[in-house]
């Protein structure tokens, strides 16, 4: 079988993406994409072996993309840092600031993309399909860096810090859509303001993981 033509893959990816953030895994079809991308079945084939191969392929591309920029703000972070290595608060910083940025000021596919990582968490059939051992690798990286922040704290608060910081990224990016904020200052602040969501998001995570972290009460070991 000859090799299908040139950017066939980024056409087959780019309308994948498009129609599963807005029908999700299940109501997306492999002939569907393939009408949308102007491609073939056996393009799809070629290129991933399965719809769920090619599934978990749209979530990586741009989740690596995320993942490095963390890396990269973090290692900036460090350089700037002591020997103790970076504050709660920068290390917030390094996992909040890429993904809203990609959010807030991405364009649509980028946004496409947000709104698919928001439905995964509504369907943990799908998420499995995506982010089977993705996933796990980077949040024990990034707890990493909470608990070289925190180094007293226990693994399990950390744990439970690090999923909950992750439902804020999450909800405050899938809001823009919605702008809730707008309306409850009357068009004042807007959810979708990457300046104003920004620092008030790393203020707000960064005191809520210290709070976590402080609690004593009802701890289980």
């Known amino acids: 079988m000859a090799a299908p033509r040139r950017g066939t893959r980024d056409r087959i990816l780019n309308a994948a993406e498009k129609l599963f953030a807005a029908r999700g895994y299940e109501g997306t079809s492999t002939r569907a994409i393939v009408a949308a991308s102007g491609d073939t079945i056996g393009s799809v084939n070629y290129h991933f072996g399965s719809k769920e191969k090619l599934f978990r392929e749209v979530i990586r591309r741009r989740f690596d993309t995320v993942a490095d920029e963390r890396r990269a703000r973090y290692r900036d972070a460090e350089a700037k840092a002591g020997p103790e290595g970076p504050p709660l608060e920068a290390v917030v910083d390094a996992i909040v600031t890429p993904y ?77 859509t919605v702008d809730r904020v707008a309306t409850f200052t009357s068009g004042r602040f807007s959810s979708g303001d990457f300046d104003a969501v920004t620092p008030r998001l790393i203020s707000f995570i960064t005191a809520g993981v210290a709070a976590v972290v402080a609690t004593k009460t009802g701890r289980k070991k």
């Open 100 to 176: 809203l940025e990609r959010a807030l000021c991405g364009d649509k596919s980028w946004r496409s993309y947000i709104h698919l990582m928001g439905s995964l968490f509504a369907s943990p059939k799908v998420y499995q399909k995506a982010m089977a051992g993705l996933g796990m690798q980077v949040a024990q990286e990034f707890m990493g860096w909470v608990a070289r922040a925190l180094p007293d704290a226990d693994h399990g608060d950390i744990a439970f810090a690090y999923e909950f910081m992750i439902g804020c990224i999450i909800e405050s990016s899938l809001e823009s």
